[in-house]
């Protein structure tokens, strides 16, 4: 191939237009995010028990539900909430699953089985995983601008419009709503009227129900034509509703529901969920884009809805686009793809000013050759363009270069011995192959256990790792075929390079050959660094991952469990008001009751139908949050905000937890369980850094207690169960049908007048009809005291667990944090009674998890990587020279880790192991340089200048292509950059240095 396509230009022309080609189409077809799409791995399993205990839940829904989940395979972890009349269960998958899908339809299958064994009028369980756990591609809001506010049912109406035109943009994978207002009709009656009458609400609600009759409609049929019978009159607006029927009177009058009951339509009380934007009721609805779209199109298509959508709106109502991750993925893309660009010139200029400008045309042809090839390889391999893919690219930029430099450099010195062109090629591929393939392998195996760990890390940086392989097998491919024939054609006299081996010959081979001819002290010297490096790692700090680099951060607002939404959205209103007062800050959106739509996939999605509960997005007008205006954010929330627990949160990068640190202690004891956790939580409260904690076993606020006189009920036949439907009907309601209005189904709610305002007092003197048609109040069969409720009983992997939950302030460490958690629990003595255990979760079980998979891959890779260089030096001696050099090189890269300032985290930790295997591959050609030039008759030192000049300027266009992650600074891509930087820098001198020097000793050969 090489002979044909050096005597054949044609050929080679119509090789590098198919690259070009196959490149371009890869480029412009691949879907373009912000960050890689990870398999969704957690689920939540809703289960609806109305009236039920938090015990009767756990016993009668949770408990079942779990069983049946143990069963199932694949399962990490399970964690459930049972609550006043839900069970809420959280599942996460193993990391070690691949189809996710298949997992979560067996998990539905256990779920279908278990549920004959539910009570009756216990719900079907809902399990809802992709939807609660993935961020929103758009978030926009409805917004409602009058001064007094519509009808709650406008405002829902014209958000469904706006989310059904949304759903059905092409791409649109769903869409959800937030804050939309419930609309109901309700009828209330008062406790004078069911007195005096002796009518209960049941029996109202059924009079009701039998009006509105959904019986199939009949047909008359003639030889002509067929009709449909269909009864008139049914239940479909609020003055048919009003003259329902309820009896008749001896009098032959009849008692209509307008005598006796007031009807109107009006929002569902108590509100569920609410949200504000611009401080203005709004409704929000998030969209999630089909991930095997292109963002640019999809979001074209989305504005150009939103536009048409906007034109229809009535007065009063405003749209406005509170969140587009287009916005983010375009930023990200800009910033790595100029850096990208920068790389490249840094790199060509350095291969220009060592290699000459002749020999810098193939070796620099090589750069967008390689990254064509790689944007087509993305289409087989699915792979898109986001910030890991397009970084792993900027990585692999001045490690690609290397295999072309040291190509064109042989076949340019044996065309100078006087070989002919022809002959020169094809010698130097062969001369070549060996090492090219085997230092290859080794960086390859060094950037292989990315590719392996399992989970939601693996597949967030398994792209990065994807695309250095990538590049580095094209770029051989093509040191090995293409750039051959490409050097033949430019190649001439040397005369061009700014830096050759003849003008370094002079004090550079005098000091060369004085610290070969004393090897040991050459090792003793290329050595402290390296030491030094390993030394000073103790003082690093760890961390997991670090802030994402967004314009926007989140908190929360939690009261007491007893407090109603109004309470909530009050305070929240508050907290607005409180972060506005900042010139920075641009807008505040707040949903109550539940959590906001994700922006960011470290959004974890845990409060649901919690009216306790509201957070809000903050955007500031320009740039990043700063973790001190976060931490400033915070100390005013604590202090302007005694009345709830407020907690302002970074958005950062890395798997979503519910809180930075968690304590949990098992047992079977809910009071012990409480006990062991307020002293655990006073503990870490103490701890400075951590700005809240929160304890998951809540006991609850006040409840009214109702004791029923047996001896008094049982004169009146009054059941216990007759007690508590009628307090129930009368205080929550009794629905038993809808109103049909167009394609809206709006629920019929009977009940007592004020039944959402009662004082223990009214309860105490409602209406109670005995069987028998007696009426008495309840204080007559019963007694009543406030008692305290149990809120939840929450418990992780079948035991009862209460977890205490530790949040940081911005900036902080959680792992540092965790670690002064520890040590202050252990000095205070905490110990837990017989029967109790405990063991801690947040970031540092996510980080154990991940970089014990990373490092479990990295002993396999290692052994493979020494495989690969015992076969390609065929010597255990000379493959143990190059292992000791990447062993040092990991000193070097904790040295340029310490002297820039960065934690020791998941980046810094894969760049050390892509590192290791870069930064032999200069040792490998200079030990393979030196094993040729004794066979020819030369000295060692002759070969370390013969290796000098492509030894410099891989290493140089290494450090030059990740240099612009470096200069742009942030913490997410620096460490990693830093660590490879320093270290193929660093082992450049251990390649000309130690590498000769320990060959010399081992093997006794001329210096």
């Known amino acids: 191939m090489l002979r044909r396509a050096y005597h054949d230009p044609r050929f080679m022309i119509l090789l590098l237009l198919l690259i070009v080609i196959s490149g371009i189409s890869g480029f412009t077809t691949r879907p373009k995010l912000e ?74 299958d256990k779920l279908s089985e278990v549920t004959g064994s539910f009570p009756d009028r216990a719900s079907i369980p809902t399990l809802v995983d992709e939807r609660r756990w993935d961020p ?76 509105d009759s959904e019986a199939p409609d009949a047909t008359s049929q003639t030889l002509q034509f067929n009709m449909p019978v269909r009864l008139a009159g049914g239940v479909d607006d609020l003055d048919r509703l009003r003259n ?58 989305q504005t150009k809805a939103l536009e048409e959508f906007a034109k229809t709106l009535p007065a009063g109502l405003s749209m406005e686009l509170l969140f587009t991750q287009k916005q983010y993925t375009d930023e990200r893309s800009n910033h790595l793809y100029g850096s990208l660009g920068l790389g490249m010139v840094f790199v060509i200029i350095v291969v220009w000013l060592m290699m000459g400008w002749r020999a810098a045309i193939p070796i620099c042809a090589a750069i967008p050759l390689t990254l064509l090839g790689v944007f087509f390889l993305m289409i087989p391999f699915a792979v898109s363009l986001h910030q890991m893919s397009i970084a792993g690219l900027i990585l692999a930029l001045g490690m690609l270069i290397d295999n072309p430099i040291i190509m064109v450099d042989e076949i340019q010195r044996r065309s100078e011995a006087g070989e002919s062109t022809e002959n020169a090629i094809m010698n130097s591929v062969n001369h070549l192959m060996r090492p090219l393939v085997g230092s290859n392998l080794t960086t390859i195996l060094g950037f292989t256990p990315i590719l392996l760990i399992p989970g939601t890390t693996g597949e967030y940086l398994g792209q990065l790792g994807w695309a250095v392989i990538a590049c580095l097998t094209i770029s051989l491919i093509l040191s090995l075929s293409v750039v051959p024939v490409l050097a033949a054609w430019c190649l001439g006299p040397r005369k061009q390079s700014f830096v050759t081996p003849q003008q370094t010959e002079g004090h550079y081979v005098t000091r060369l050959e004085w610290f070969l001819k004393r090897p040991w002290l050459t090792v003793s010297l290329s050595i402290l660094l390296p030491v030094m490096g390993f030394a000073v790692s103790g003082e690093l700090e760890e961390q997991f991952f670090p802030q994402a680099e967004r314009d926007h951060f989140h908190f929360s607002v939690r009261l007491p469990t ?78 302007g905000l005694p009345e709830a627990q407020s907690i302002a949160i970074l958005l950062e990068q890395g798997p979503p937890t ?62 216990d169960e007759i007690l508590a439907h009628q307090v129930s009907h009368q205080l929550d309601g009794i629905i038993l049908t809808t109103m049909s209005e167009q394609i809206e189904e709006v629920p019929v709610r009977v009940r007592i007048e004020g039944g959402d305002k009662s004082e223990p007092e009214r309860v105490f003197s409602l209406p109670v009809i005995s069987p028998k048609g007696e009426l008495v109040p309840l204080g007559s069969v019963a007694d009543w005291s406030i008692g305290r409720q149990l809120f939840n009983i929450p418990r992780r992997n079948s035991s009862r667990c209460n977890i205490i939950q530790g949040y940081v302030a911005a900036g902080e460490l959680p792992i540092v944090l965790e670690n002064k958690f520890k040590k202050a629990i252990a000095e205070s003595g905490f110990a837990l009674p017989l029967g109790y255990r405990s063991d801690f ?38 493959a143990g020279i190059i292992g000791v050099v990447a062993i040092l090189s990991l000193g070097l890269g904790l040295l340029s880790l310490w002297l820039f300032n960065f934690p020791m985290g998941l980046m810094a930790i894969i760049g050390l192991l892509g590192m290791m295997g870069l930064a032999i591959n200069d040792s490998i050609v200079v030990l393979t340089d030196a ?77």
């Open 562 to 639: 007893q407090a109603s939404i109004r309470s909530t959205e009050r305070v929240a209103l508050k907290a607005r008001d409180l972060i506005l007062e900042h010139s920075e800050v641009e807008d505040v959106s707040l949903f109550i009751g539940t959590n906001a739509p994700a922006v960011h996939y470290s959004m974890f999605a845990s409060d649901e139908n919690r009216p306790e509960f509201a957070q809000g997005i903050v955007g500031i007008r320009s740039g990043k949050v700063e973790p001190d205006f976060v931490r400033q954010i915070q100390h005013e929330l604590n202090s």
């Open 35 to 108: 960050d890689p799409k990870s398999k969704v791995r957690k689920g939540q399993i809703t289960t609806y028990l109305p009236g039920a205990s938090p015990s009767e839940i756990e016993s009668l829904i949770t408990e079942p539900i779990e069983k049946a989940l143990r069963e199932a395979k694949a399962i990490r972890a399970i964690e459930s909430s049972s609550l006043r009349g839900v069970s809420i269960v959280f599942v996460r998958l193993t990391d070690e699953v691949v189809d996710v899908s298949e997992s979560w339809a067996k998990i539905q």
């Open 136 to 211: 929103y591609t758009t978030v926009v809001a409805l917004i409602d601008t009058t001064e007094s506010s519509l009808q709650s049912a406008v405002l829902a109406r014209w958000a469904k419009e706006l989310e059904n035109r949304l759903r059905f943009v092409s791409g649109t994978r769903f869409t959800e709503l937030f804050g939309l207002p419930e609309e109901e009709i309700l009828v209330e009656v008062t406790e004078e009227t069911i007195a005096n009458i002796g009518i209960t609400l049941a029996e109202i609600a059924k009079k009701i129900q039998q009006r």
């Open 658 to 719: 519910v809180a930075p640190i968690e304590f949990r202690i098992y047992g079977p004891s809910i009071d012990q369980l409480s006990e062991l956790g307020e002293v655990a939580r006073k503990i870490m409260m103490e701890i400075p850094g951590i700005v809240q904690t929160r304890s998951t076993l809540d006991l609850g606020g006040p409840q009214l207690a109702l004791n029923v006189r047996q001896h008094d009920a049982e004169s009146l036949d009054i059941t």
């Open 931 to 1007: 094993k040729q030039a004794i066979l020819s008759g030369k000295t060692v030192t002759e070969s370390v200048v013969h290796s000098t000049r492509h030894v410099l300027t891989t290493s140089i266009t290494t450090a030059a292509g990740v240099s612009p992650l470096v200069m742009a600074g942030g913490e997410f891509w620096p460490p990693m950059m830093v660590v490879i930087a320093g270290g193929v820098l660093g082992a450049t001198f251990l390649a000309l240095g130690l590498t000769p020097a320990l060959y010399i000793i081992t093997s006794r050969k001329m210096i």
């Open 841 to 878: 979760g947040g970031v540092s079980q996510e980080r154990n998890s991940a970089v014990g998979n990373l490092l479990a891959y990295a002993a396999i890779i290692e052994v493979l990587m020494l495989s690969v260089l015992v076969i390609t030096f065929r010597s255990f001696r000379q």
């Open 244 to 301: 329902v029927v309820l009896r008749g009177t001896s009098k032959g009058n009849l008692l209509r529901l307008k005598d006796i009951a007031t009807v109107r339509r009006t929002e569902k009380l108590p509100v569920t969920t609410s949200s504000f934007v611009n401080g203005k009721r709004a409704v929000v609805i998030g969209t999630r884009m089909d991930t095997n779209y292109i963002i640019d199109s999809w979001t074209a298509r």
